[in-house]
């Protein structure tokens, strides 16, 4: 679905925590630590913290 590369994945960084991230189909580019979800548009990932939701692990 998401067209992110997975070299792209393993630069990004949480712009919160600056820690790792990983790409969850379909909510987009999660952080496991901050528990936040940044969109992803156009195929590109938005990594503002104005722009990321809460997690729903359910």
Same mark, same amino acid.
């Given at each position: 679905? #998401? *067209?992110? *590369? !997975?070299?792209? @994945?393993?630069? @990004?960084?949480c712009?919160?925590? #600056?820690?790792? =991230?990983?790409? =969850? /189909?379909?909510?987009?580019?999660?952080? +496991?630590?901050?528990? @936040?979800?940044? &969109?992803? +548009? !156009?195929?590109? &990932? =938005?990594?503002?913290?104005?722009?990321?939701?809460? @997690?729903? /692990?359910?």
């Amino acid at each position: 679905m #998401k *067209n992110v *590369n !997975d070299e792209l @994945l393993q630069i @990004l960084a949480c712009p919160q925590c #600056k820690g790792p =991230v990983e790409l =969850v /189909e379909p909510q987009g580019i999660v952080c +496991r630590a901050c528990q @936040l979800v940044y &969109p992803i +548009r !156009d195929d590109i &990932p =938005v990594m503002l913290i104005d722009e990321a939701m809460p @997690l729903d /692990e359910s």
